[in-house]
């Protein structure tokens, strides 16, 4: 399993952007799934964005599509989470999250599919 720590959140305004980023450890990394979750205080736990080992292929819940953008970059072992045009409903723990089944092996959006995870970073959108 990688080890991830997640970091770049803060306190931002509405409309405001941010780069969450979760670095990871270990040589496997690009053999890795990865995606975001967030968590706001008293719901569950939401798929964010999830992308592929290659980098190729990415996937958005509706929620954020067209406004967050996931990318990694492999050589350095990180994964980010570029957030446009925040809003106040966005605040929340992001987590990143990585399996090392392939994006076809598992179900992408669902949380017990990844068995690796960071230990959050919080986003507050102020109105």
């Known amino acids: 399993q990688v080890q991830l720590v997640e970091s770049g959140g803060g306190l931002v305004q509405a409309g405001g952007s941010l780069r969450l980023s979760c670095a990871a450890s270990?040589?496997?990394?690009?053999?890795?799934?990865m995606a975001w979750f967030r968590q706001a205080p008293g719901k569950e736990r939401e798929f964010v964005a999830a992308?592929?080992?290659?980098?190729?292929?990415?996937y958005y819940a509706d929620t954020v599509k067209g406004r967050f953008t996931c990318s990694r970059d492999n050589a350095k072992n990180t994964v980010f989470l570029q957030m446009n045009s925040l809003k106040p409903e966005d605040t929340a723990v992001y987590y990143c999250?990585?399996?090392?089944?392939?994006?076809?092996?598992?179900?992408?959006?669902?949380?017990?599919?990844?068995?690796?995870w960071g230990q959050g970073t919080q986003v507050t959108v102020s109105s």
């Open positions: 999250a990585g399996s090392p089944s392939t994006y076809a092996a598992l179900v992408y959006n669902f949380a017990p599919s990844y068995g690796s």
């Open positions: 270990g040589r496997t990394f690009s053999s890795y799934t």
């Open positions: 992308i592929s080992r290659s980098g190729d292929s990415t």
